[in-house]
């Protein structure tokens, strides 16, 4: 490209990338499995009205529903859900049990006739999640959250498709992950208590299991001597269990081995990655244990995934696209998985270890116009943030093979504080961001402290501190990119949403960086956040903010409500109008106090954006959003 083109100005460049992608109007792939040589995985399908489906592939490579069209996959509990289904082969032929979101409800189906598990068993208020087939048995292994008033009560439970369903661990406030060995001799889960988060403190469980009462017997706890987070209990078929702890300072892989002695623990060697996820939602996987003490795992360096192959002793990078969970292993040698680069929509791919491998199903197909400088990929950023420390972020240039910057001109920048807060900035193609790059935004994806990926320290970083260095390491990225001569200093926004709401808001109050800002339904009033919020985060301000209500202070101070006064520049607020995490009076109170707000309610939507014409429509609202605040000259 050249400095002589004549485009419009950054900002306003004609794009590709329209509001149907973005909202979804693409297919949406997760929670891939495998069993024999079959590929199994749950699709999103927006034009059933993002209802989501188990397919299964076949050897031969023909693809199958295998849940019925009047049924949705998926889960409440914990209200971000995940794990709401398993898959075995029952003969030749595959069998799921799942997980209706409308309902509630188990069924069993086969892609040809289906039959709901508790048949007048289970009550209206009963969930469940994290669903494992018994290997040695009928039944599957889940977590129960009941709801009948107050917290909802968390179990671990043994649902027969016949009708009976056995609690098997009670008294925790919260459990995950029951894993049953090979064999089905024993019962591996972790729990954790509040005020802990899943990422801060829990307990790995293992037990063995009656087969004739279906009870467990006295539980070992494998957590060690050092507060930390265990998660992800995955059997090797030979007996051995594997976790991962981040006992050592970042989540790595911990072999059990048991004999008659009990059950002896040994990390693996160290890696220069981090290898697991927060628990935030059921059924994530970046274990895969192999044969002979082998291990296939998914780990995060500076932000970005790799795929590390553990053997003989080590550890080794292997070409394995861009996997969102560990691959999944087939009986014929390969494995499979739902790949994510940077430069291509989601696709589902199987090859080998060897970097030989095709991508059989895509999530949509990029118009034949498009072409490589259309599009923008993450640079991995790292900078010193107001006291010294060191901070991360993705940037992405902006990116158009028909347009350009004009000479001399620099473009806006979007910059994008996630959610969580203990989330992370994903590298994988996005629309949301090629989005803006298109039409010649930059953007920076910034991984503030808190963030996951670079260990436990600098996830720990933001404790106590949210609304404090998640907003100071938010402006060093910018003031970075500024001193770099990258972005156009008068051009910058910033937006986010949910927790990242509240760092939005915290920054407009407290620099004067930016033009304008964007909250999606995001926090704004912590007390009232204390006081409203679901029992999965009931507790989750603690540990970010300090106990309520003796902490009422810090909270109020923290509070973006409490400094409205100090935000002179346009908000706008999108907001849901049954949002049970964030009530949507947050938004109101806010809007409020401002001078210049605006606020759109989208009155059937809870706690994210789901619905296609919403999503389509407050890209639009936000984009349009901008440019008024830009006007059409660049400073």
């Known amino acids: 490209m050249t400095e002589l083109c004549h485009s419009p100005v950054a900002g306003n460049w004609p794009s590709w990338v329209g509001p149907d992608l973005v909202a979804g109007r693409t297919l949406s792939f997760a929670e891939l499995k495998t069993a024999g040589d079959w590929i199994f995985w749950v699709e999103i399908r927006p034009e059933e009205q993002g209802r989501a489906v188990i397919v299964g592939r076949r050897p031969d490579g023909t693809l199958m529903d295998l849940t019925p069209a009047d049924r949705t996959v998926g889960t409440r509990v914990h209200e971000y859900g995940g794990g709401a289904w398993d898959v075995r082969m029952n003969g030749e032929d595959p069998e799921v049990i799942f997980s209706d979101r409308k309902t509630g409800d188990l069924w069993v189906s086969n892609g040809e006739s289906s039959s709901r598990v508790l048949d007048g068993q289970r009550v209206p208020e009963q969930r469940y999640a994290d669903l494992t087939w018994d290997p040695a048995g009928d039944g599957v292994f889940c977590v129960r959250e009941t709801h009948a008033g107050g917290m909802p009560v968390a179990a671990l439970v043994y649902a027969d498709p016949r009708g009976k369903e056995t609690v098997l661990a009670e008294g925790a406030d919260f459990y995950a992950a029951p894993r049953p060995s090979p064999d089905g001799a024993f019962l591996a889960w972790f729990s954790w208590q509040n005020p802990e988060m899943p990422w801060t403190a829990t307990t790995l469980s293992v037990a063995p299991l009656d087969r004739d009462t279906l009870q467990l017997g006295p539980a070992t706890d494998l957590t060690g001597d050092e507060k930390c987070s265990i998660i992800e209990p995955r059997w090797a078929q030979d007996g051995t269990l594997y976790a991962t702890s981040d006992a050592h300072g970042s989540w790595a892989p911990v072999r059990f081995i048991r004999d008659e002695a009990g059950w002896t623990a040994s990390f693996l060697p160290p890696v220069n990655a981090e290898i697991g996820l927060p628990h935030w939602v059921f059924g994530q996987r970046t274990l895969l244990p192999l044969s002979n003490g082998e291990l296939l795992a998914l780990g995060i360096r500076q932000g970005l995934n790799c795929v590390l192959h553990f053997a003989n002793g080590q550890w080794q990078d292997v070409p394995m696209g861009a996997p969102v969970n560990v691959p999944e292993r087939l009986t014929n040698g390969n494995f499979a998985w739902i790949d994510t680069p940077e430069d291509a929509p989601s696709a589902l791919a199987i090859g080998d270890m060897h970097g030989r491998y095709e991508r059989f199903r895509s999530s949509v197909t990029f118009p034949e116009s498009v072409q490589e400088d259309d599009l923008s990929?993450?640079?991995?950023?790292?900078?010193?943030?107001?006291?010294?420390?060191?901070?991360?972020?993705?940037?992405?240039?902006?990116?158009?093979?028909?347009?350009?910057?004009?000479?001399?001109?620099?473009?806006?920048?979007?910059?994008?504080?996630?959610?969580?807060?203990?989330?992370?900035?994903?590298?994988?193609?996005?629309?949301?961001?090629?989005?803006?790059?298109?039409?010649?935004?930059?953007?920076?994806?910034?991984?503030?402290?808190?963030?996951?990926?670079?260990?436990?320290?600098?996830?720990?970083?933001?404790?106590?501190?949210?609304?404090?260095?998640?907003?100071?390491?938010?402006?060093?990225?910018?003031?970075?990119l500024i001193e770099r001569n990258l972005v156009d200093p008068s051009r910058c926004v910033i937006r986010g949403s949910s927790a990242g709401g509240l760092t939005v808001l915290a920054a407009l109050a407290h620099s004067n960086l930016f033009a304008a800002g964007t909250s999606l339904y995001g926090v704004t009033d912590l007390r009232a956040l204390a006081e409203e919020t679901h029992k999965f985060e009931a507790r989750y301000l603690d540990g970010l903010i300090g106990p309520y209500p003796e902490d009422e202070a810090v909270y109020l101070e923290r509070s973006p409500i409490t400094h409205a006064e100090k935000i002179n520049v346009p908000v706008l607020f999108l907001h849901g109008g049954a949002d049970k995490v964030v009530p949507l009076s947050q938004a109101e109170a806010m809007s409020t106090k401002l001078e210049h707000s605006e606020l759109h309610v989208y009155p059937e939507e809870g706690h994210g954006f789901r619905d296609r014409e919403v999503v389509e429509d407050a890209l639009v609202r936000e984009l349009g959003f901008y440019q008024r605040v830009f006007g059409k000259t660049p400073s």
């Not at 193609?429 to 790059?437: D, G, I, N, Y």
């Not at 963030?451 to 910018?478: H, I, K, M, P």
């Open 377 to 480: 990929k993450p640079e991995p950023l790292s900078f010193r943030t107001a006291d010294g420390a060191e901070a991360h972020a993705l940037f992405y240039r902006p990116a158009s093979g028909s347009s350009c910057l004009a000479k001399g001109e620099k473009p806006p920048l979007v910059v994008m504080a996630h959610g969580g807060p203990t989330g992370r900035a994903n590298p994988a193609f996005a629309f949301k961001v090629q989005w803006w790059t298109s039409r010649g935004f930059a953007v920076l994806d910034v991984n503030y402290r808190g963030s996951t990926g670079f260990g436990r320290q600098y996830r720990e970083a933001l404790d106590l501190q949210w609304g404090v260095v998640d907003v100071e390491d938010c402006l060093a990225g910018v003031r970075a």
